[in-house]
């Protein structure tokens, strides 16, 4: 039989009644004759609160028990959702993922797929089941550990599932009715997208778009699954919501396709260290085996063979990042006369495969910034978007004001 997966976030879960709205949908695929794999998050907010009771109870928590604990949120959700099914006269079971079993890595809180073995959920259809309720966002380690997968790592599991299986199609059913130019919750002239390609979701992602976890985007390109973002809340149709799909199946398409934001941006400078060779490798070497996320890089002009070293970083690894700083130098792997954190900024990327043929993206861009007075403290490119940190009380302005310039509340 054909197979759908069909992943339901945490607003499409809240509780009981909109489990039992889900459901209806997942009986309408089932009649027109679809296995179909239900992907479900914890009901909203869960997850926030089992993170809040972990680190009331340990502060250095122990990450293998911080995912059992987190991971809890799912199990809930996929036994209801399996329930009203069943009350729907539809053969359904739910599946933790140590059941499945979903093989991951043992990288806690931000495990990875290794394989996901189709043998028992695939023999429970032979026998006449006709939906598998799956717990999003786990899965299990080697050592016999659950594992999560980071948040929003639901979207993720969906993908994995529909690449495993070979469905049709992977619906991800979410509070917003698809991509949006950019979030419609910052910009009220954000327009949904009726595709968006691989490329630009998986950037605008990266960037901050939370609609989609990155590394179901990744999955999603590289195994070639028919991704689709819809609303769990409007009629259901078949061409709702958002296609993510090859950039050869769209027509057209701006120069800018979208706007991304992330508020929890960190900037730190290092005041006056050598410019000399090898003084890159002694600063970030040491950021990265203590697991800092450097993003953004700048060398200022060095002057007197002194320079100024600045990167960016998600606020939460400041301290992180500042103990990795201060024991390099106690150790003598490098020397500064000051070290500068900036907890107030954000970073605002404008993203578009349409860019790698349109010149003056970038000039655009500044001027629009400039025009509203914001200040730009530290700029990175690639092939296919533009990022800028700035301050964060700017943020909101900046993105209205790029969305405004590059016309994005109209289609190409
Ligand atoms: P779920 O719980 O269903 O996984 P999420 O909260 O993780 O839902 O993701 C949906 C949210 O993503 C939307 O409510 C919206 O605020 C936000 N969002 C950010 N950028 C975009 C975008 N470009 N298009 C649509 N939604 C976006
Ligand atoms: N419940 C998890 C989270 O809130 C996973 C998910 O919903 O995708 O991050
Ligand atoms: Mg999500």
Known sequence: ?????????????????????????????????????????????KTNELVGWVGETS???????YDAVVSSGENVTAGLMALRLQEMDIPARS?????VPILT????????????????????????????????????????????????GSDTTAVAFAAAFGAERCDIYTDVDGVYTTDPRICDRARKLDRI??????????????????????LAMRYKVRLRVLSSFEEPSDTAGTLVCGEEEIMESNAVAGVAFSRDEAKMTL????????????IFGPLAEAGVNVDMIVQNISED????????????QVLRAEKAIAEAKARGDFNFSDLVTDLAVAKVSVVGIGMRSHAGVAAQMFKALSAEGINIKVITTSEIKISVLIDRKYMELAVQALHDIFGLDKAA
């Open 59 to 65: 502060p250095l928590y122990d990450a293998r028990e």
């Open 1 to 45: 039989m054909p197979l759908l997966v069909m992943k339901f976030g945490g607003t499409s879960v809240a509780n009981i009644d909109r489990i039992h709205r889900a459901a209806k949908r997942v009986a309408l695929e089932v009649a027109k004759g679809y296995d179909v794999i239900v992907i479900v998050s914890a009901m909203s907010g």
């Open 105 to 152: 890595t043992s990288a806690h809180s931000a495990a990875r797929f290794i394989d996901i073995p189709r043998a028992n959920i695939d023999q429970k259809f032979a026998e006449g089941f006709r939906v598998a309720v799956v717990a999003g966002f786990q899965g299990v380690s080697a050592e016999g550990r659950i594992t999560t997968l980071g948040r929003g």
């Open 95 to 99: 599946w933790q993922g140590w059941q």
């Open 197 to 218: 390609a691989f490329e630009e979701m998986l950037e605008l992602a990266s960037l901050g778009a939370k609609v989609l976890q990155t590394r179901s985007v990744e």
């Open 271 to 282: 005041i006056s260290v050598a410019d000399r060779p090898g003084i890159a490798a002694a």
């Open 305 to 316: 063979g002194r320079t100024d070293m600045t990167f960016s970083c998600p606020n939460d």
